[in-house]
């Protein structure tokens, strides 16, 4: 592409220009993206010999380049084909997506006749029910001088955005080449730390770096990737984090480095020119939407009612703000009368910074990952808090069916429903019945069976109910309650996923009363659903304090053959960090109620000897409470508060809020929960910790079979399935206490296993275990 021009995809330029009308989301669940793929095959494969599928192209008009894939052009019928997913009735799709779908088709016609020449092509939208397989065929004759004029049409409506765009892109390249690190100094680590970074940025890597809590990893991330924008022309940059206060610190550090912009000569200091730098906070749909009790429609909801007619000033608004983080988002829609939520869906094509969660990019239907594939984006990622990305991707390739709701649902159905849902509840049965032996002695079923494979009786069952759902929701869009709806998503995501089982996954059953089972797909290595995903990235960072061993990271998350492994030296030294070994106390389940004493002791003893502020951390709530309920006995005298089940925001909160500096007390928490990680209590706001567990996941059932699985693909069953993960727990917790170079504090680890030697070893190098 030469100097000047503009690169757009044909969806791209068809969902900036094509658009109009309301914003219509009744419930129509889409087909997943592999059932997508799979449709697509299967309609080629149903047209005769010479059709072309996936058919490049490509045209240019005023400095603008307009590409993609058509999806299939038969050449001896002339008949190009726009092929489109849905399920259930076609009906319901509204007007202004069809009008999307035939402004593509009729870009696709005006290259094509373009680049052979031909004076005229059949155009058609074939829409595919993926449940039946039958084909929906629309089609309309047009000359290429019609399309010619239209595809010019709409390159002239963009090209004004275009230019804008290019602009954009030349004064924030500009701005990034010109970037200075914010501080007179690095922190300790902290260079090592930026220097891996933009190596990964500069070779197209992926890095898997562990770096010590506190010599600032956010920043040390951020500000080279950001340098490497512009000198390895990266078009986006995906911040993800795993929790909110990660994506809180994010847009700080960026508010610094991209959105504080230095005002202009004769500029006041309080006036600011539109920032070099676009940064998106993408915030979870029932947070951002102002009308939870409206359905996304525009005969419902006064935010979709002509949403696309009001959305180009709206999204003008925006990026000629520059900064918008959830405050500021909310403010620009609702001054367009505008959804915040699809707002912020718009905007993160025209961002250049979007912080938010890792489902965005590594989940089923992940918006920047489709986005990203799309346009054709050189994409550079950092993962923040990475060693959770093994769990939460498990959760995001997980799936569940439950048998109660299906019951308590079937007694308030319509009577439209009554057969499928009947049918479903009759294979429910069967499966309960036939999923295994009774336990001898006890008359009574297992409470866990695991199953050989997704039961197929199940999923056609499964099948036929979320068409008749799907059918039944598109004529009565008012008429579905919450329960319908959550019945539909479960077994949407549980035949998605069956659609896909295989090693990485099991398939079990749950029992928790009459009528009350659980059918569960469970993702035990995520790596087959995640390296698609890396491998679609430019360059990915995954950085947190505990990634150690890199091996345990590499497998379970799929990591292309040729990462880096990145350790960067801690700055703290021993002397700061007092770690102690109980080894004389065991807190195996068995051991419990005889460790409660010498915890309790060793609680108290520590801190008469050094009052201040402690984190006390179990392995279960109720371990937690029986220490706490003899540590209250024994020493009334001490400040106590503990973690809760199911503690809300305010709770948590309060919680923290008990952590005041001079103060003292001891909070009593549960490892691997809120208060274990991602909690910042610098100086004597803590001064100590104790661990009264080794965080090893319990000897279920599950977890037996995880084992043997991981044993099998990777020879690491024990470490891949317990060690690995509850001393990741462990390291987090403890690193509570030393929070910057003045910290002092005192760490507690209570459990002989602790003195083990393949224990020990995976314990931070620079604690001095005593």
Same mark, same amino acid.
């Given at each position: 592409?030469?100097?000047?021009?503009?690169?757009?995809?044909?969806?791209?330029?068809?969902?900036?220009?094509?658009?109009?009308?309301?914003?219509?989301?009744?419930?129509?669940?889409?087909?997943?993206?592999?059932?997508?793929?799979?449709?697509?095959?299967? &309609?080629?494969?149903?047209?005769?010999?010479?059709?072309?599928?996936?058919?490049?192209?490509?045209?240019?008009?005023?400095?603008?380049?307009?590409?993609?894939?058509?999806?299939?052009?038969?050449?001896?019928?002339?008949?190009?084909?726009?092929?489109?997913?849905?399920?259930?009735?076609?009906?319901?799709?509204?007007?202004?997506?069809?009008?999307? !779908?035939?402004?593509?088709?009729?870009?696709?016609?005006?290259?094509? /006749?373009?680049?052979?020449?031909?004076?005229?092509?059949?155009?058609?939208?074939?829409?595919?029910?993926?449940?039946?397989?039958?084909?929906?065929?629309?089609?309309?004759?047009?000359?290429?001088?019609?399309?010619?004029?239209?595809?010019?049409?709409? /390159?002239?409506?963009?090209?004004?955005?275009?230019?804008?765009?290019?602009?954009? $892109?030349?004064?924030? *390249?500009?701005?990034?080449?010109?970037?200075?690190?914010? !501080?007179?100094?690095?922190?300790?680590?902290?260079?090592?730390?930026?220097?891996?970074?933009?190596?990964?940025?500069?070779?197209?890597? /992926?890095?898997?770096?562990?770096?010590?809590?506190?010599?600032?990893?956010?920043?040390?991330?951020?500000?080279?990737?950001?340098?490497?924008?512009?000198?390895?022309?990266?078009?986006?940059?995906?911040?993800?984090?795993?929790?909110?206060?990660?994506?809180?610190?994010?847009?700080?550090?960026?508010?610094?480095?991209?959105?504080?912009?230095?005002?202009?000569?004769?500029?006041?200091?309080?006036?600011?020119?539109?920032?070099?730098?676009?940064?998106?906070?993408?915030?979870?749909?029932?947070?951002? /939407? #102002?009308?939870? *009790?409206?359905?996304?429609?525009?005969?419902?909801?006064?935010?979709?009612?002509?949403?696309?007619?009001?959305?180009?000033?709206?999204?003008?608004?925006?990026?000629?703000?520059?900064?918008?983080?959830?405050?500021?988002? $909310?403010?620009?829609?609702?001054?367009?009368?505008?959804?915040?939520?699809?707002?912020?869906?718009?905007?993160?094509?025209?961002? *250049?910074?979007?912080?938010?969660?890792?489902?965005?990019?590594?989940?089923?239907?992940?918006?920047? !990952?489709?986005?990203?594939?799309?346009? *054709?984006?050189?994409?550079?990622?950092?993962?923040?808090?990475?060693?959770?990305?093994?769990?939460?991707?498990?959760?995001?390739?997980?799936?569940?069916?439950?048998?109660?709701?299906?019951?308590?649902?079937?007694?308030?159905?319509?009577?439209?429903?009554?057969?499928?849902?009947?049918?479903?509840?009759?294979?429910?049965?069967?499966?309960?019945?036939?999923?295994?032996?009774?336990?001898?002695?006890?008359?009574?079923?297992?409470?866990?069976?695991? %199953?050989?494979? =997704?039961?197929?009786?199940?999923?056609?069952?499964?099948?036929?109910?979320?068409?008749?759902?799907?059918?039944? %929701?598109?004529?009565?869009?008012?008429?579905?309650?919450?329960?319908?709806?959550?019945?539909?998503?479960?077994?949407?995501?549980?035949?998605?996923?069956?659609?896909?089982?295989?090693?990485?996954?099991?398939?079990?059953?749950?029992?928790?009363?009459?009528?009350?089972? =659980?059918?569960?797909?469970?993702?035990?290595?995520?790596?087959?659903?995640?390296?698609?995903?890396?491998?679609?990235?430019?360059?990915?960072?995954?950085?947190?304090?505990?990634?150690?061993?890199?091996?345990? !990271? $590499?497998?379970?998350?799929?990591?292309?053959?040729?990462? &880096?492994?990145?350790?960067?030296?801690?700055?703290?030294?021993?002397?700061?960090?007092?770690?102690?070994?109980?080894?004389?106390?065991?807190?195996?389940?068995?051991?419990?109620?005889?460790?409660?004493?010498?915890?309790?002791?060793?609680?108290?003893?520590?801190?008469?000897?050094?009052?201040?502020?402690?984190?006390?951390?179990?392995?279960?709530?109720?371990?937690?409470?029986?220490?706490?309920?003899?540590?209250?006995?024994?020493?009334?005298?001490?400040?106590?508060?503990?973690?809760?089940?199911?503690?809300?925001?305010?709770?948590?909160?309060?919680? %923290?809020?008990?952590?005041?500096?001079?103060?003292?007390?001891?909070?009593?928490?549960?490892?691997?929960?809120?208060?274990?990680?991602?909690?910042?209590?610098?100086?004597?706001?803590?001064?100590?910790?104790?661990?009264?567990?080794?965080?090893?996941?319990?000897?279920?059932?599950?977890?037996?079979?995880?084992?043997?699985?991981?044993?099998?693909?990777?020879?690491?069953?024990?470490?891949?399935?317990?060690?690995?993960?509850?001393?990741?727990?462990?390291?987090?917790?403890?690193?509570?206490?030393?929070?910057?170079? #003045?910290? @002092?504090?005192?760490?507690?680890?209570?459990?002989?296993?602790?003195?083990?030697?393949?224990?020990?070893? @995976?314990?931070?190098?620079?604690?001095?275990?005593?």
């Amino acid at each position: 592409m030469s100097e000047g021009e503009y690169r757009v995809a044909v969806r791209a330029l068809c969902d900036f220009t094509a658009r109009e009308g309301d914003l219509d989301h009744r419930f129509t669940p889409a087909p997943s993206a592999r059932e997508g793929i799979a449709g697509h095959a299967l &309609v080629a494969g149903r047209r005769g010999e010479g059709y072309e599928a996936e058919l490049p192209l490509s045209g240019r008009f005023a400095g603008l380049v307009v590409g993609g894939r058509a999806d299939g052009y038969d050449p001896a019928a002339n008949r190009l084909e726009e092929v489109k997913t849905h399920r259930g009735d076609l009906s319901r799709m509204a007007a202004n997506q069809r009008a999307l !779908h035939w402004a593509q088709v009729r870009v696709y016609g005006a290259l094509l /006749c373009a680049e052979r020449g031909l004076e005229g092509v059949t155009l058609a939208l074939v829409y595919l029910e993926i449940t039946t397989g039958r084909e929906t065929l629309l089609t309309e004759r047009a000359s290429a001088a019609e399309l010619t004029a239209f595809f010019e049409a709409q /390159c002239r409506r963009f090209l004004a955005w275009a230019g804008q765009e290019g602009e954009h $892109r030349l004064r924030r *390249d500009a701005a990034l080449r010109e970037l200075a690190f914010p !501080h007179a100094a690095f922190r300790p680590g902290q260079r090592e730390l930026a220097e891996g970074v933009y190596k990964a940025a500069a070779t197209g890597r /992926c890095l898997l770096t562990q770096a010590p809590t506190g010599i600032g990893k956010t920043l040390g991330t951020l500000f080279p990737m950001l340098a490497a924008m512009p000198r390895r022309g990266l078009d986006r940059l995906a911040f993800l984090t795993m929790k909110t206060p990660g994506r809180r610190l994010a847009l700080d550090t960026l508010a610094v480095l991209g959105a504080g912009v230095t005002p202009a000569a004769g500029e006041a200091p309080s006036e600011r020119r539109p920032p070099p730098l676009r940064v998106l906070e993408l915030v979870a749909r029932d947070k951002a /939407c #102002e009308h939870p *009790d409206k359905a996304c429609h525009g005969e419902a909801c006064p935010l979709a009612a002509g949403f696309y007619d009001r959305l180009p000033a709206a999204r003008q608004a925006a990026v000629a703000r520059g900064w918008l983080d959830r405050e500021s988002l $909310r403010e620009v829609a609702l001054a367009h009368r505008v959804c915040p939520y699809y707002l912020g869906q718009e905007l993160a094509r025209w961002c *250049d910074v979007a912080v938010g969660d890792v489902n965005h990019w590594f989940d089923h239907h992940a918006m920047l !990952h489709g986005l990203a594939r799309a346009n *054709d984006w050189r994409l550079g990622l950092l993962v923040d808090e990475a060693h959770n990305l093994v769990e939460r991707a498990r959760g995001m390739y997980s799936a569940e069916l439950d048998q109660g709701r299906l019951n308590r649902l079937r007694r308030s159905a319509p009577p439209a429903l009554a057969g499928p849902l009947g049918r479903l509840a009759r294979q429910w049965q069967q499966l309960v019945r036939d999923s295994g032996p009774a336990e001898e002695g006890d008359g009574q079923r297992p409470d866990y069976c695991l %199953l050989d494979g =997704v039961p197929k009786g199940m999923s056609g069952a499964l099948q036929r109910a979320v068409a008749a759902i799907t059918d039944y %929701l598109g004529e009565h869009p008012e008429g579905g309650s919450a329960e319908l709806q959550e019945l539909l998503f479960e077994a949407l995501a549980f035949c998605q996923l069956a659609e896909q089982f295989g090693e990485h996954s099991l398939c079990d059953l749950t029992r928790r009363g009459r009528g009350r089972a =659980v059918l569960g797909l469970r993702n035990l290595v995520p790596a087959d659903f995640l390296a698609p995903r890396f491998a679609a990235a430019h360059c990915a960072v995954l950085f947190s304090a505990t990634l150690s061993p890199g091996h345990y !990271h $590499r497998d379970l998350l799929g990591l292309p053959a040729d990462s &880096v492994w990145q350790a960067v030296a801690s700055p703290f030294a021993a002397e700061q960090l007092e770690v102690r070994v109980r080894g004389d106390i065991s807190t195996r389940l068995r051991d419990r109620e005889r460790s409660t004493a010498p915890i309790v002791a060793e609680l108290a003893g520590q801190y008469h000897r050094r009052p201040g502020h402690y984190l006390a951390f179990f392995s279960s709530f109720a371990y937690l409470e029986m220490v706490l309920a003899r540590f209250r006995e024994r020493h009334p005298d001490v400040p106590v508060w503990a973690q809760t089940r199911g503690m809300q925001e305010a709770e948590r909160d309060a919680f %923290l809020g008990r952590f005041r500096p001079a103060g003292r007390g001891i909070g009593f928490a549960v490892l691997g929960g809120a208060f274990a990680e991602g909690i910042d209590l610098p100086g004597d706001r803590l001064i100590g910790a104790f661990i009264a567990t080794l965080g090893l996941p319990p000897a279920d059932p599950f977890n037996e079979v995880l084992k043997a699985r991981l044993e099998t693909r990777f020879g690491q069953g024990d470490d891949y399935a317990y060690r690995i993960p509850g001393l990741i727990k462990v390291v987090q917790a403890a690193g509570r206490v030393i929070r910057g170079p #003045e910290d @002092r504090g005192t760490v507690v680890l209570m459990d002989d296993r602790f003195a083990r030697r393949e224990v020990r070893t @995976r314990l931070p190098e620079w604690w001095r275990l005593g």
